[in-house]
């Protein structure tokens, strides 16, 4: 069964500097979802990453798409204190509808 | 629209007793997800069904645990009897045509 893998497991940073979360797959990745959750809640969608190559942004948060590498990294630029939370990418395993998920990334950041 | 709604929100029971946890889908998607999460095990998928059929539900951890999605827009999850490893926070989630995931706020379960 396929397998996704998050590093570091966490992270604490200083106030605007930046960051970068990997995830690896134990096999061919089909699109990589990126979450973000603040403890006690749900998971917010932050971005989705469908081709190999693919690149998107939101505001400082820019996520890339390895097909080859079976990997996907989630790069902060000059966090700040709300970019805090558990990161976690998710991706569908082959053609079934659901997602499954890494073990998560947790972020903070101190002012 | 008012996203994923998943009710209670807590849920504290003890040992032996019934629990339903409920979940009204986004109206129009076509996929249901519930998963359970755990500082040891992460998220794993429990069942998902596909336009109210289940598709999936090898993730189900044994007969004590049930899934219904009687129509488009209700699913309940449903544990008889509880056990105190079964607390967890429990999540629904829909997607229309697997294009996007969209998750409720969770229900936090605490078996005693």
């Known amino acids: 069964s396929q397998e996704l893998e998050q590093s570091p497991q966490s992270l604490i940073v200083q106030e605007g500097k930046n960051l970068t979360i990997n995830c690896t797959s134990s096999?061919?990745?089909?699109?990589l979802y990126w979450y973000k959750q603040k403890y006690g809640e749900g998971l917010i969608f932050l971005m989705m990453?469908?081709?190999?190559?693919e690149e998107k942004s939101h505001e400082k948060i820019t996520a890339k798409l390895d097909e080859k590498k079976q990997q996907s990294s989630l790069h902060i630029t000059a966090s700040q204190p709300s970019h805090a939370g558990i990161y976690l990418c998710?991706?569908?395993?082959?053609?079934?509808?659901?997602?499954?998920f890494g073990k998560g990334t947790k972020l903070s950041v101190k002012p | 629209d008012a996203g994923v709604i998943q009710s209670p929100r807590h849920e504290v029971t003890e040992m032996g007793q019934e629990v339903t946890l409920r979940c009204k889908p986004i109206?129009?998607?076509?996929?249901l997800f519930w998963y359970r999460q755990t500082m040891m095990r992460g998220l794993e998928l429990l069942i998902y069904?596909?336009?109210?059929?289940?598709?999936?539900d090898s993730g189900m951890p044994e007969d004590r645990f049930s899934a219904k999605m009687p129509n488009a827009s209700f699913s309940t999850l449903k544990i008889q009897p509880s056990e105190p490893r079964d607390s967890a926070v429990y999540f629904c989630?829909?997607?229309?045509?697997?294009?996007?995931?969209?998750f409720g706020s969770g229900t936090r379960l605490t078996v005693v």
């Open positions: 989630a829909s997607s229309f045509h697997r294009s996007s995931y969209t």
């Open positions: 096999k061919t990745l089909y699109g």
């Open positions: 990453l469908q081709k190999g190559g």
């Open positions: 998710g991706a569908p395993p082959g053609s079934q509808g659901n997602l499954i």
């Open positions: 109206s129009g998607h076509d996929y």
């Open positions: 069904f596909n336009n109210n059929v289940p598709i999936d």
